[in-house]
């Protein structure tokens, strides 16, 4: 198990330094690797899914498998476009098509099958997922960063602390996860009592990515439980104009989470 | 006469398995008759909120019997406890006078007239009702004399003493216009057609009625501050969330802010809507929820109610710890309540100490409002197993439970009188559960209240027990705050002696005992 204890934590964050540096030097991240790895006749799938046409995306897929045989590749492809449809068990289904497949692996898809069984509330069964990942992608930031919500839901603010600290700190985090990372991180320190230090993250978090309409929330009520009220209704502001940006559905008079 | 053993194994689900006994429930079979509302695969919003149940001793003879609502021409029903030592229930609906025959949903339970028998006060889509309970003989249609027959779409109500005069006002949620000559059209919901509504209908605005005590009652609702711009309101619960001893309202609305009306103080009454500055108005990451059920208990231990809410599937339930200093926070993930309710869609909530090992456990029902739910399509099935959480040092732990329904309603209460809480669960359209708790357990040690004439079951009093070995524990005198359902006012059961306790009055008096009787059992009558 990941981050078993804090001698193992400290070996280990030693290690994945280390790595990362190298990776880093890379210049790319672990997706972007794995992602060109997709065999040529993928990649126009690969666009639409990315594009948001996962319904086209899923007839060429058939359409490529009727050709070229049910492999793990465009299996995995089929889930990652359910996955992005937020219809976790199907993409469940079809990433474990993928595992079974004949032939490598594609590494990926435990990445997003850790993502949607968490989706769906099935927090060992996605640690097992992001786990199996972080064996072939070591330090991969996005993955640390749902093992420290996985932390987070098991009451465990030790070990989500180090992990987010992890991801913070991962040369090859992009700014988005590093913001995500530090947004919860602060919730960490509010769970901890220390307010002070959880509005610097929040404070840096929406600096880093201002669409992070949950961190522009969470900025705002802890604001609000220090008295700095007038500080507080401004991040509300920018909570509310965050979430039309991002999610405008949200703002729609009523919706059900999908 | 026990039909199955449906419980209990504890399971961990990867969890450590809780150190105390397990919980174990009966399911009894009983002549209680299935709800009705609407269709078997509903195809109208009007259909998918189920009905809801009371549990209350409408002839004040030591036991409690039960109200159950039906949303057609099949009438709703009042049964009552005949079991004694054991669990019965013998239908007396025409016997007592009751002929509801109408869209009915809700039932909330209160002495509305002040007459030391429970009230009922009935929710429907169209004019609600008030039936006077006389003697526990009859009950008798008093809604237009009292002058409460809102006739909006009526879900949960509450009665509470807002105002702090001693009786009992009432607080109605009001839904949405629904017209069944022109229903919604259809929706999308994760690529599936789905029956259309909430979304792009109009929501009602909720109706608050002072009880002016001679019978009548009159809307408060403006001068009293509570009138916001109308919203999607399943289900309200009236308690002093704020520690100043005056009784507060908190309206959980569907997909749209809940509201946290803080009673000021002030006279003439008002009330002051602080849902978006204490952080109940959303969950932490500040998105609003559905919010049909509503469980208060003392989570963390600090005197005050915290919050829990029941929410749609592919959300989490969400726990608001209240801060004690007008904060609400959202404390769901450290608790280990949010990701296990994902592909859920929760319903009527309860806090009970049911294993009586000294900490309050959580029940939830469940299950989902389209009949096309399946994991496949929407992540969540429509049938769902109920929820039962045992608390554990500061975790919830699932326990398992055998069965997937599609519950809506619940009430809590010790039908047997054996010293336990037993649960009755009603499907939307479907069966009537009656689960006896057959957990294990020592006599306990009961508390239970009597208040004032005008309050007699003390609605919205606090307790605050202090222990023999110096422990104590916050509890409060409420209905339950179940989905369109009402509960008795509980008898107050803990697992070791009591030394002290404090109750403090819904109209703000305080009350201290410390002669507790060598029977355990201590029945505190308010003082004059």
Not at chain 1, 107 to 114: P, T
Not at chain 2, 286 to 310: E, L, Y
Not at chain 2, 368 to 391: F, G, I, W
Request: hydrophobic share 35%; net charge negative; aromatic share 10%.
């Amino acid at each position: 198990m990941l981050f078993k204890n804090q001698n193992y934590l400290t070996y280990k964050s030693v290690l994945m330094v280390l790595l990362l540096m190298v990776t880093a030097c890379k210049q790319q991240q672990p997706e972007q690797a794995e992602q060109e790895k997709l065999v040529s006749g993928l990649k126009t799938q690969y666009d639409l899914i990315n594009g948001g046409n996962t319904g086209s995306a899923r007839v060429r897929l058939r359409q490529y498998m009727v050709k070229h045989g049910e492999t793990s590749q465009p299996l995995f492809l089929m889930g990652l476009s359910y996955h992005n449809d937020k219809q976790y068990s199907k993409a469940i289904e079809w990433f474990t098509k993928s595992i079974e497949s004949n032939g490598d692996t594609y590494s990926l898809v435990w990445h997003f099958m850790g993502w949607s069984h968490y989706y769906l509330g099935e927090s060992e069964a996605s640690k097992k997922s992001f786990d199996t990942f972080l064996q072939t992608e070591n330090g991969e930031p996005d993955s640390m960063f749902a093992l420290g919500l996985i932390a987070m839901e098991g009451g465990d603010s030790k070990e989500a602390k180090s992990i987010f600290l992890l991801v913070i700190s991962s040369p090859i985090a992009n700014t988005s996860i590093q913001a995500k990372a530090k947004a919860r991180l602060a919730d960490v320190y509010v769970e901890l009592g220390d307010r002070q230090h959880a509005i610097v993250l929040y404070q840096e978090a929406v600096k880093q990515n201002p669409n992070l309409y949950e961190a522009w929330h969470r900025l705002a009520t802890t604001l609000q439980r220090v008295g700095k009220n007038a500080q507080a209704s401004i991040a509300l502001h920018e909570c509310t104009l965050a979430r039309n940006r991002v999610r405008p559905d949200l703002h729609r008079t009523t919706r059900f989470p999908e | 006469m026990k039909r199955l053993f449906v419980f209990l194994v504890i399971a961990g689900c990867g969890q450590e398995l809780p150190h105390e006994s397990s919980i174990l429930f009966s399911e009894v079979e009983t002549a209680i008759a299935p709800t009705v509302c609407g269709a078997d695969n509903p195809t109208q919003i009007i259909e998918v909120n189920g009905t809801g149940l009371a549990l209350f001793d409408f002839d004040n003879d030591g036991d409690l019997d039960l109200f159950v609502v039906n949303a057609s021409s099949e009438p709703c029903r009042l049964y009552e406890n005949i079991g004694g030592e054991s669990i019965g229930f013998v239908d007396v609906t025409e016997r007592l006078g009751i002929d509801i025959r109408r869209w009915a949903n809700g039932v909330a339970v209160g002495d509305a007239n002040g007459d030391g028998f429970e009230d009922l006060y009935i929710t429907c889509h169209g004019q609600n009702y008030l039936l006077l309970n006389h003697g526990g003989t009859s009950f008798e249609d008093a809604t237009a004399i009292a002058g409460v027959g809102d006739s909006g779409w009526g879900t949960s109500a509450r009665f509470g003493d807002l105002d702090g005069d001693g009786d009992l006002d009432l607080y109605v949620c009001n839904y949405l216009e629904y017209d069944f000559d022109a229903p919604p059209i259809r929706a999308k919901y994760k690529g599936q057609s789905v029956l259309g509504g909430p979304h792009g209908m109009t929501p009602e605005k909720d109706i608050v009625y002072e009880n002016i005590g001679d019978g009548t009652f009159q809307d408060v609702t403006e001068s009293w501050g509570f009138l916001t711009e109308p919203s999607f309101t399943l289900n309200a619960a009236i308690l002093d969330f704020t520690g100043d001893g005056l009784q507060d309202v908190f309206v959980g609305n569907d997909s749209m802010s809940n509201h946290l009306f803080v009673n000021t103080g002030e006279t003439p009454t008002r009330f002051e809507n602080r849902g978006v500055h204490s952080g109940v108005a959303t969950n932490g990451d500040g998105s609003m929820q559905a919010t049909m059920g509503i469980g208060v208990a003392d989570v963390n231990g600090n005197g005050r109610p915290d919050i829990f809410t029941t929410n749609f599937s592919s959300d989490t339930n969400t726990l608001h710890i209240n801060d004690a200093s007008g904060y609400f926070d959202d404390r769901t993930k450290w608790y280990g309540l949010g990701l296990l309710s994902r592909s859920l869609l929760g319903w009527t909530c309860g806090f009970h100490d049911f294993d009586l090992d000294g900490d309050e456990d959580l029940f939830i029902v469940n299950g989902h409002v389209y009949p096309e739910a399946t994991m496949n399509t929407m992540d969540s099935p429509r049938n769902q197993p109920a929820l039962l959480l045992k608390r554990n040092s500061d975790r919830f732990e699932r326990v398992a439970l055998q069965g997937e329904f599609r519950d809506r309603a619940a009430v809590f209460g010790d039908l047997d009188n054996d010293g336990d809480i037993d649960v009755i669960v009603a499907q939307r359209s479907g069966d009537v559960r009656v689960l006896r708790n057959d957990s294990q357990h020592e006599q306990p040690w009961i508390i239970q209240l009597q208040g004032d004439e005008k309050n007699p079951r003390g609605l919205g009093a606090k307790l605050l027990v202090t222990f023999v070995d110096g422990t104590t524990t916050t509890r409060w005198n409420t209905d339950g705050f179940g989905f369109q359902s009402s509960s008795a006012t509980p008898k107050h059961l803990f697992n070791k002696p009591i030394k002290i306790i404090e109750v403090v009055w819904p109209n703000g008096d305080k009350q201290t005992v410390t002669k507790i009787p060598s029977n355990g059992v201590c029945i505190i009558l308010q003082r004059p």
